[in-house]
């Protein structure tokens, strides 16, 4: 499986951003989700989805302004970013898992996406 993210950037607060990540050979994939990391933290769960799309999870900080989605026409997976705030800043990485169910470690992912950088700031 490979990923190659796209959409980072540096935004004010408030604003929105849309990541995008490009999926290849996810033959066996059974759940794609989207990580981020900042400075000195660990890798924490943003957003899950499952294989098929009909099912999703949000951690407490992105229900109600983040959404995850994936168009299996174009084979891509979204991460749809509103109400961004500082807090929001990281490198946001999309996974891939061939584990069943929609999980949230990180360790759970063997796959990545080389990573993007969101800064949101004045």
């Known amino acids: 499986v490979q990923l190659v993210e796209s959409g980072g950037g540096q935004v004010r607060p408030g604003d929105s951003l849309r990541l995008s990540c490009e999926i290849s050979?996810?033959?066996?994939?059974?759940?794609f989700g989207w990580f981020r990391q900042a400075g000195g933290k660990g890798r924490e769960s943003v957003a899950t989805i499952g294989g098929t799309g009909s099912s999703t999870y949000y951690a407490g900080f992105a229900k109600g302004r983040f959404t995850i989605s994936k168009d299996r026409s174009k084979n891509t997976l979204y991460l749809q970013m509103n109400s961004l705030q500082s807090q929001d800043s990281a490198t946001y990485y999309c996974a891939a898992s061939i584990m069943g169910g929609l999980r949230s470690s990180a360790s759970a992912y063997g796959h990545w996406g080389q990573g993007s950088q969101v800064t949101v700031s004045t």
């Open positions: 050979g996810g033959f066996g994939v059974n759940a």
